[in-house]
T-cell receptor, first 113, second 112 residues
Framework: QKEVEQNSGPLSVPEGAIASLNCTYS??????FFWYRQYSGKSPELIMS????GDKEDGRFTAQLNKASQYVSLLIRDSQPSDSATYLC?????????????FGQGTILTVHP | SQTIHQWPATLVQPVGSPLSLECTVE??????LYWYRQAAGRGLQLLFY??????ISSEVPQNLSASRPQDRQFILSSKKLLLSDSGFYLC???????????FGQGTRLTVV
């Protein structure tokens, strides 16, 4: 069974702090990794994609990938109350020609003023 | 630019009634199309995916079916709904070779 594991939280951080979200996956053949943000009652929104080992930065967001450890993380710098949401880790399975994504259960992040 | 439309936004249906949810994508051709379901407080479960017209793969056995009558149209159906079919249904698309997936606004289905 191909799995993606996330700490469900909730993770609570003060405004302005760094929020760190973690994800592990079981399929060593996975090549593509994504972070989605989902506000309550809304559909998931893609915020980061990462394909190679190392860090990828986009504004206040940094995704980190370590394929040897089968670990992907998301850092949110200068966290804002508007970042409060559920963050879903998604891992591509089934081969790149299909792009099927397996999702973790999500981590609930709360940023308090 | 590409957009994805999904409707209706909310739906309340009695047990045993039929279901039809529709999803269309604009601004691209030959997309991969997906139906996911999200139960309350849970992650997303892949139900069906399609890589072309008439090509449907089912991920889990269930009371639902899917069809792709046109290149950019994906339909989720049921002949008789069960209480356990309640959930948040999401259509998504991506392009072959680029696996970033984008979601429609979702349909919240309540079976009563």
């Amino acid at each position: 069974q191909k799995e993606v594991e996330q700490n469900s939280g909730p993770l609570s951080v003060p405004e302005g702090a760094i929020a760190s979200l973690n994800c592990t996956y079981s399929d060593r053949g996975s090549q593509s990794f994504f972070w989605y943000r989902q506000y309550s009652g809304k559909s998931p929104e893609l915020i980061m994609s990462i394909y190679s080992n190392g860090d990828k930065e986009d504004g206040r967001f940094t995704a980190q990938l370590n394929k040897a450890s089968q670990y992907v993380s998301l850092l949110i710098r200068d966290s804002q109350p508007s970042d409060s949401a559920t963050y879903l880790c998604a891992v591509e399975t089934g081969g790149t020609s299909y792009g099927k994504l397996t999702f973790g259960q999500g981590t609930i992040l709360t940023v308090h003023p | 630019s590409q957009t994805i439309h999904q409707w209706p936004a909310t739906l309340v249906q009695p047990v045993g009634s039929p279901l039809s949810l529709e999803c269309t994508v604009e601004g691209t051709s030959n997309p991969n199309l997906y139906w996911y379901r999200q139960a309350a407080g849970r992650g997303l479960q892949l139900l069906f995916y399609s890589v072309g017209i008439g090509q449907i793969s089912s991920e889990v056995p269930q009371n639902l079916s899917a069809s792709r009558p046109q290149d950019r149209q994906f339909i989720l159906s049921s002949k008789k709904l069960l209480l356990s079919d309640s959930g948040f249904y999401l259509c998504a698309w991506n392009q072959g070779g680029n696996t970033e997936a984008f979601f429609g606004q979702g349909t919240r289905l309540t079976v009563v």
